[in-house]
């Protein structure tokens, strides 16, 4: 069974930091894009930043110079960095993988549960 466990989410003051920590486990032949998407209530899933396999990202403009992704390959796991967090930062995080499976011929992105980040003032 496949998985994606993520770990790290908790309550942080304003301009404090959190890391999270997200790791596939399963017959996973091979991992493609990975990254975090954020759910805030009331507001739509939105995308936060991702990594590709050769390690190029991407970041929505809210968090950039803030967070930073990053993976490791031989482990299936991938991090993001949160510093510098805000009151709007707070949002339940889930971590996604683009991934090929053992006797798949496609990829296909999975989800992790989600953990919640909580910043206060």
């Known amino acids: 069974q496949v998985q994606l466990v993520e770990s790290g989410g908790g309550l942080v003051q304003a301009g404090g930091s959190l890391r999270l920590s997200c790791a596939a486990s399963g017959s996973v032949l091979s991992i493609g894009d990975m990254g975090w998407y954020r759910q805030a209530p009331g507001n739509q899933r939105e995308l936060v930043a991702t990594i590709s396999g050769a390690g190029i990202t991407t970041y929505a403009d809210s968090v950039k110079e803030r967070f930073a992704i990053s993976r490791d390959n031989p482990k299936n796991t991938v991090t993001l960095q949160m510093n510098s967090l805000k009151r709007e930062d707070t949002a339940v995080y889930y971590c996604?993988?683009?991934?090929?499976?053992?006797?798949?011929?496609?990829?296909?992105?999975?989800w992790g549960q989600g953990t919640q980040v909580t910043v206060s003032s």
């Open positions: 996604y993988a683009d991934l090929l499976l053992l006797a798949s011929v496609r990829s296909y992105k999975y």
